[in-house]
């Protein structure tokens, strides 16, 4: 697996206005966490019947789209915008140029429900620019920096912003590729996450368990890169079952090689590492289902929220959650209320997943669970994170 490289820090920058425009993970983690909540709820409701969504993207294509390109894509920006400064030593942009970013991702969200008087057209380049801003915003910064393998970050992004164009052109009633841009989003983050966790889960789990040391197999390693970069193609290009069941296997196996290899059982006493864990777990389980689905044993829908409400979930979770507190000067120990929801986030996954295959006729009811567990998280991290995200470092340092 490609690593992500560190240089030398320049100096401490100076604070730059607003502490919520101090550093890239304070306004994107902070929306993150409450579109989460917010977004959980409104699907919560139509899922009801309460109300109907906004008819741009249609009811399950808003719900698919905002939980990647809204909630999830909003904790990579925050990430990005604040690893590439620990990267290359250059601070990315901070005060109103980061604020100019964050209103973009805002009105992305919002658009969608002013369709009655926004034409599609403004809403899908409204929302299609945000990636592309991100990735415009990291660029001097991974150009300037001395480890070139840390530049993987920009065209990766803008393979994410082709994945939302697919998802747009649908909408604009030009094609009908809505779930191909969706599919290839989620293997992209699961890219993402899975290049990031490889770096960070082992040096996380070395840091805190004296004597331990991870394993790592560079075979495996490029194995993992080669059939997810090509699972990823396959959503782009033409969707075919049987390759994409054989390649969605394959990154099963070698995401439980590359595990096995970090695994300590004394990660089971600091809850937040096992959260990272679990969520690389949850990705085995989401695409050990994905081969079985496109093999006709189970249903495509549930090996997706594996890998969302599981994978995606967990991981973002606990990567925001550690970041935010030694980004802030903080001990990096989670509070106990917050380990509560690392186990909260897995049962979610849990009825999401399973209690469909159990009881299926009591679908809806699986759902009103796992997401009302959601919220709970959510809710509770972002009671126990407003203050820490909006409040200077308690070091006394910018950032």
Not at 26 to 38: D, G, K, V
Not at 177 to 190: F, H, K, N, P, Q
Not at 264 to 272: G, T
């Amino acid at each position: 697996m490609l690593k992500v490289h560190s240089e030398p820090p320049k100096p401490e920058l100076k604070p730059a206005g607003s502490v919520i425009l101090a550093l890239g993970f304070r306004p994107f983690f902070l929306s993150a966490a409450l579109s989460a909540l917010i977004l959980m709820l409104i699907w919560l409701g139509a899922w009801s019947g309460a109300y109907p969504l906004p008819t741009y993207y249609g009811t399950i294509g808003w719900h698919s789209h905002e939980m990647l390109f809204g909630y999830t894509f909003a904790i990579i920006a925050g990430f990005l915008l604040t690893a590439v400064r620990n990267w290359t030593g250059i601070t990315p942009p901070t005060g109103t140029p980061l604020g100019l970013l964050f209103l973009l991702w805002l009105a992305g969200r919002v658009a969608p429900f002013l369709s009655d008087i926004i034409p599609a057209g403004l809403i899908a380049a409204i929302d299609l620019a945000f990636i592309p801003a991100v990735a415009l915003a990291i660029q001097p910064a991974l150009w300037k920096g001395q480890q070139k393998v840390n530049r993987i970050f920009v065209p990766l992004l803008l393979v994410m912003a082709v994945a939302n164009l697919y998802v747009h052109l649908q909408a604009l009633g030009v094609t009908d590729s809505a779930i191909r841009g969706t599919d290839a989003m989620l293997y992209l983050v699961a890219f993402l996450i899975t290049l990031l966790g490889g770096r960070v889960i082992p040096f996380f789990t070395e840091a805190v368990i004296p004597g331990h040391h991870s394993k790592r197999n560079s075979q495996v390693e490029l194995a993992t890169v080669i059939s997810l970069g090509g699972l990823i193609t396959v959503q782009f290009i033409y969707p075919t079952a049987w390759l994409s069941g054989a390649l969605a296997f394959v990154v099963a196996v070698t995401q439980i090689t590359r595990v096995v290899g970090w695994y300590s059982r004394k990660i089971w006493q600091i809850p937040i590492l096992w959260v990272l864990f679990s969520g690389m777990f949850w990705l085995i389980i989401g695409f050990t289902l994905t081969g079985f689905a496109y093999l006709g044993y189970t249903g495509l829908n549930l090996a997706k929220h594996a890998i969302t409400v599981g994978g995606i979930g967990a991981l973002t979770y606990g990567m925001m959650a550690r970041v935010a507190l030694g980004h802030t000067g903080r001990e990096i120990q989670s509070h106990p209320l917050i380990n509560g929801c690392f186990v909260l986030l897995n049962i979610a996954a849990l009825c999401r997943v399973f209690g469909p295959m159990l009881l299926p006729q009591q679908y809806t009811l699986w759902i009103h669970i796992s997401g009302g567990l959601w919220v709970v998280s959510f809710l509770l991290f972002s009671a126990l994170y407003i203050p820490i995200l909006t409040k200077p470092r308690i070091d006394g340092k910018a950032g």
